[in-house]
């Protein structure tokens, strides 16, 4: 006789097949939901941004579109002499996004990285939602818990916040709620293969170590939480559970180790590796009044919030560690009430280690730095981990208080009186977590000679691009060389670089052309204030650069002086040509 089959009943191929049905409806809803959100950059894509700047935001248009060109040329999509040339740059340092890369690069090169930058942000935020609510269905009863979980995470402060400010990287959080999912496998349910658990959790890691690093060593911390609150728990079942869950990650480490292994060498080994990443390490971390008063990416700001705002730490980027009074009641309700339920003890306790972490290694009140020491001094000094930005651990109070108040609308009676608790509750929370309306966006403002095609650049120019990008506030030339395909290099980049003295510094090495470009900008200094020394040492730094062409695009002010100061410098007068004056010739030093 034959092998058995495996007979599906018509009854469970139709639950199986009503479930799938659900979770396509729910993912719908919220991609609904995140699309009218950010309605006026969805319906301009192509020319506006989602963010309220134009500087990471077109930082990671420039990752977006970097992958397909790197594997189209073949270059080593790891390293970049695009930017900072003829040094390059380790883009191993810097939050690139392979893997969204990757996946969006088809509608990068259809529609360009702008548009591709607002679906990554828009996709994003609905599928953390969706993966949320795929995780809070293996823990709760009723359905409408588990798409008010997901929503509360993919929704959440932390979330807006992080699209506020264009961190792609971190809007894409669809593996910290797997990662939850999967590792209830394999430390509670133990009721499948150990080797498909373990590769199913390494497959996650792989992911989470493409989207961002930073989530996958601050994911192992709390992994290492929930583990300890666990074995603390149920003492007499760590050795029992034990072989099953090393087995497990046995086979996770066998995937993960050998498809990680090259780029983390050529992380720390390769070139242009800096020493220190985060100088200060206890700057971006979460105000203790953050987490009760709302800031600029709530819609509901009253003016006593926003000034107690603008006291805090580090900047509005990384000011997403509100939870706001009506999800904190709540937690506490379902604390009290539901303490002895494994999955509250669990959650409580992972969502305040969380919150201890992101205020970094001393608690701040109000923007005062009270000195009270704090764990997270731990990890400030700990190889790896001392990278870490404190305050985004607060994406995992956004998770496990997403999971309480799933667990409290689940608990609930079937009355028409629980029906009125979770409409006002869910009404409360939305109204605390609702993003300013119409969201942020900015205009991507690109010459038409960046668009051009074919590109009028000949093949491989090194170009200096006026405004010269050196810090946040000067990124157009990244955008622009985004825009153009990656058709030319330049020597300039908003982008974490290796400095001279070995440190990671934002931007190019110091130089008198980036002072001087800069000053004239601002309006700080003028053609008549340089002295021919420093106009000698500018072509010098051309010459070394090997820049063939300046290129002199839109300047907010002082576009005037700049041109003036360029033609004296250069010698000659520029062609204009599509929105920009272009210098096809760099005299040699005298």
């Not at 089959?5 to 799938?20: D, E, F, I, K, L």
């Not at 992380?267 to 206890?282: A, R, T």
């Not at 494994?342 to 205020?359: M, Q």
């Not at 002010?557 to 520029?574: I, T």
Request: proline share 8%; charged share 10%; with cysteine.
């Amino acid at each position: 006789a034959g092998p058995a089959r495996r007979v599906t009943s018509p009854a469970v191929h139709a639950r199986g097949s009503h479930r799938r049905r659900t979770h396509a409806l729910v993912l719908l809803a919220f991609l609904l939901l995140s699309v009218a959100i950010f309605l006026p950059a969805d319906l301009h894509a192509t020319g506006v941004m989602i963010g309220a700047t134009t500087a990471d935001n077109s930082q990671h248009a420039w990752f977006l579109r970097w992958f397909p060109y790197a594997l189209a040329t073949h270059q080593n999509p790891l390293f970049t002499t695009n930017l900072i040339e003829p040094g390059g740059v380790n883009l191993m340092w810097n939050t690139w996004i392979p893997l969204p890369a990757l996946l969006l690069s088809p509608l990068t090169l259809l529609l360009g990285p702008v548009a591709s930058f607002n679906i990554a942000i828009t996709l994003g935020v609905a599928l953390s939602a969706w993966c949320a609510y795929l995780a809070a269905s293996r823990f709760l009863v009723r359905r409408s818990a588990a798409v008010l979980a997901g929503a509360a995470y993919g929704f959440s402060p932390f979330i807006f916040d992080q699209s506020y400010t264009g961190h792609s990287n971190m809007v894409i959080a669809v593996i910290p709620p797997l990662m939850l999912l999967a590792l209830n496998g394999i430390l509670v349910r133990q009721d499948g293969s150990p080797r498909r658990a373990g590769l199913l959790f390494g497959a996650l890691m792989i992911a989470q170590f493409f989207i961002t690093e930073e989530l996958l060593a601050s994911e192992a911390v709390m992994i290492v939480v929930g583990v300890a609150c666990l074995a603390v728990m149920h003492p007499r079942e760590v050795r029992a559970r034990g072989r099953h869950a090393l087995t497990c990650l046995g086979w996770a480490l066998a995937l993960f180790v050998p498809v990680v292994a090259y780029p983390v060498w050529f992380q720390f080994f390769g070139p242009q590796v800096p020493h220190q990443l985060i100088p200060d390490k206890n700057f971006f971390v979460t105000d203790l009044l953050n987490v009760f008063f709302p800031s600029t990416a709530q819609g509901v700001e009253p003016s006593f919030a926003r000034d107690i705002a603008n006291h805090y730490s580090g900047n509005s980027g990384e000011w997403g560690g509100y939870v706001g009074i009506p999800m904190l009641a709540v937690v506490l309700w379902t604390a009290w009430h539901l303490w002895r339920r494994p999955l509250v003890r669990l959650s409580c306790v992972s969502a305040a280690a969380a919150l201890v972490l992101s205020f970094g290694s001393t608690l701040h009140v109000g923007g005062t730095d009270t000195h009270v020491p704090l764990p997270g001094a731990i990890l400030a000094h700990l190889p790896v981990l001392d990278n870490l930005v404190p305050a985004r651990f607060a994406i995992y109070v956004a998770l496990f208080t997403a999971v309480l108040f799933g667990v409290f609308v689940d608990s609930l009676p079937p009355r028409r009186q629980s029906t009125r608790i979770v409409l006002v509750s869910t009404v409360l929370i939305a109204a605390t977590f609702v993003p300013p309306l119409p969201f942020p966006t900015r205009a991507a403002v690109t010459p038409a000679y960046f668009t051009a095609s074919p590109s009028p650049l000949p093949p491989g120019a090194n170009v200096l691009v006026v405004p010269f990008s050196h810090d946040f506030y000067s990124t157009q030339a990244v955008l622009w060389q985004a825009q153009a395909g990656m058709s030319f290099s330049m020597p300039q980049g908003y982008i974490i670089n290796r400095a001279p003295s070995g440190d990671a510094e934002q931007g190019p090495p110091p130089s008198v052309t980036s002072s001087t470009l800069a000053a004239i900008a601002a309006g700080t200094a003028t053609d008549a204030d340089l002295s021919a020394q420093a106009r000698q040492r500018i072509l010098a730094e051309l010459r070394s650069w090997k820049v063939s062409e300046v290129i002199l695009g839109p300047l907010d002010q002082h576009g005037v002086e700049m041109r003036a100061f360029l033609a004296d410098l250069l010698g000659s007068q520029p062609v204009d040509r599509d929105g920009v004056a272009i210098w096809t010739a760099v005299p040699a030093p005298s």
